[in-house]
């Protein structure tokens, strides 16, 4: 393969990021060393205890917290210059938080299609839009309720909807289905993996689900906590397009027992 | 009993209650009406008044006064609380200002605002504006400061200018805070246009109470406080109204 073809497909690349809060004695190393790079259309999950920085070292790729140490490419742009973001090299980005984030002054589809609006599309065109990507994560009858009025679950749906609106190319989740039942959070996770390899976006999921991390990533990404760190990188050889009965499978349990192994090796 | 009935019943019987025992109190207490006439003298008064038009104009320059300067305070005081929350040395620089601002009692300017701006309009709108400003202002500062970090976070990804987050973000988050600052704020509001009547004038509520006072017309001065009861009450009503409605979405409904 040609240098500069490889070169084109580079999406993320992270070298020797850490990241510490505060300072003396009551500094926080949240992340420490970590380097990851990806390719385009590449699906990777962080998986890790809690308190382990992988919310950090989301937020550092997004460009909303600043690196102590380290560069964070995004197609070859640094999102950070010292501790000035780069709002060209983040541009790509969509981010889906913890919580829903929805803002209580706008109905489910109004939240849905903020993104569309910031970015200028008109009225008629962003609803037409919101209210398609609404649909297929199932809050078609909320379209007009107030996110005050949604329960958890469709709250996440809808967060998760406006990260999507935009047809982003680079979708960082931070336990987006957390909150959900195991079925929804089933076919959410289908849904997900479809518009990922329909429109080939780059995918950073942190969850807490081995099973999930497994089912979805092409690599997962194992962090240890005290220091955080990143203890191992594990390919999912897994043939795509994939459907819930891989998880049945001898392959896949055994890269479950794999993972749960690595997990407890970085304690 | 229905609770919707009793809750419109019990104030009713509980405000005759009152007037009937003010009044059987000034005939057998033998008050004199110099001191404390009874209601239904006010009343009379009251009625008298309403049909002249000398008191709507006077009730205008009052309104007038107290809306003018309700709406200077809720200008200023947005602009300087969103400018200082957005811009931290602001608030640094205009600190004394501020706290020492906050200490004079408000009311002690209106003589020295009587002599900067006249006997007119002018001075009783500034007195209004004054005694309204900071309500607004500190609630804007406060509102606008504590706009939610993951909320500015979110309108940092989707790369927000400035203008968009204003209106789309700091404006809504503060607004119920906002409002309720101008609850509090048009009551002071008409509170410094009278007084700035009372010191002087010749126009206005205030400036009529105190003429009813000087000819011992007690009925009369009564009855200009009962109106001006009513204009308080009207504008409070009016401002809370428009708060509710724009607050909706901190209850959680689905028709709002
Ligand atoms: N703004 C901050 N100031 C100080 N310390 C912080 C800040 N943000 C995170 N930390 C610390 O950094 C560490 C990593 O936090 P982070 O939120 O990245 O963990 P996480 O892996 O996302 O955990 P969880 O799975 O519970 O979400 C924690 O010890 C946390 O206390
Ligand atoms: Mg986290």
């Known amino acids: 393969m040609p240098f500069d073809a490889r070169q084109d497909r580079m999406e993320i690349n992270v070298s020797g990021l850490t990241k510490v809060f505060g300072d003396g004695p009551s500094a926080v190393t949240a992340i420490k060393d970590a380097d990851l790079t990806m390719e385009r259309g590449e699906f990777v999950s962080l998986l890790g205890p809690s308190g382990c920085g992988k919310t950090t070292l989301l937020r550092i790729v997004a460009g909303l917290e600043s690196p102590t140490e380290g560069t964070v490419e995004i197609r070859g742009n640094a999102v950070w210059n010292g501790t000035r973001r780069s709002a060209a090299a983040t541009r790509p980005v969509s981010m889906m938080f913890q919580e829903a984030r929805l803002f209580p002054w706008f109905t489910v589809v109004e939240n849905v299609a903020l993104p569309l609006r910031i970015a200028g599309v008109g009225r008629k065109e962003r609803l037409e839009r919101a209210t398609a990507i609404c649909e297929t994560v199932g809050l078609k009858e909320f379209l007009h309720h107030r996110p005050n009025a949604l329960s958890g679950g469709m709250r996440q749906r809808a967060s998760l909807a406006r990260a999507l609106v935009t047809e982003p190319q680079l979708l960082l989740l931070d336990e987006p289905f957390g909150a959900l039942d195991a079925m929804t959070r089933d076919a959410l996770n289908i849904e997900l993996m479809d518009v990922c390899a329909r429109a080939n976006v780059t995918t950073i999921l942190v969850t807490h689900s081995i099973s999930e991390a497994a089912f979805l990533s092409d690599r997962v990404v194992v962090l240890a906590p005290r220091p955080a760190r990143i203890t191992a990188m594990i390919d999912m050889p897994f043939d795509r397009p994939r459907g819930l009965e891989l998880q049945q499978s001898m392959a896949f349990q055994k890269m479950v027992g794999e993972l749960r192994q690595k997990l407890s090796e970085g304690e | ?256």
């Not at chain 2, 309403?50 to 003018?68: F, G, K, N, P």
């Not at chain 2, 400018?83 to 408000?106: D, G, H, S, T, Y």
């Not at chain 2, 209106?110 to 500034?126: D, M, Q, T």
């Not at chain 2, 004054?130 to 970090?149: I, R, T, Y």
Request: hydrophobic share 60%.
């Open chain 2, 1 to 256: 009993m229905s609770e919707r009935t009793l809750k419109i019943a019990l104030p009713a019987i509980s405000v005759c209650l009152f007037l009937v025992g003010w009044s059987f109190y000034v005939r057998t207490a033998e008050v004199s009406a110099f001191v404390l006439p009874p209601p239904e003298a006010i009343l009379v008064a009251l009625i008298e008044m309403v049909q002249t038009r000398e008191l709507w104009d006077h009730a205008l320059v009052t309104v007038t006064e107290a809306v003018s300067g309700f709406l200077i305070a809720v200008g200023l005081g947005i602009s300087l609380g969103f400018i200082m929350a957005r811009i931290p040395p602001v608030e640094w620089a205009a600190k004394p200002f501020i706290v020492l601002l906050q200490l004079i009692p408000k009311i002690a300017l209106a003589p020295l605002f009587i002599l900067w701006f006249g006997f007119g309009l002018e001075s009783k709108i500034v007195i209004a504006a004054a005694l309204a400003f900071f309500p607004v202002f500190s609630n804007a500062l406060q509102a606008f400061k504590s706009v939610e970090p993951g909320d500015k976070d979110v309108f940092t990804i989707l790369q927000a200018n400035p203008v968009q987050r204003f209106y789309l973000l700091d404006v809504p988050s503060a607004l119920p805070v906002i409002l309720t600052g101008t609850e509090v704020a048009v009551v002071l509001a008409m509170i410094g246009a009278i007084v700035g009547e009372f010191i002087g004038g010749n126009e206005g509520l205030g400036y009529l109470a105190v003429a009813h006072l000087q000819n011992l017309a007690v009925p009369e001065l009564f009855a200009v406080i009962v109106i001006l009861a009513m204009v308080g009450l009207l504008l409070y009503t009016l401002i809370g109204r428009l708060r509710q409605s724009f607050s909706a979405w901190h209850v959680s409904s689905e028709t709002a």
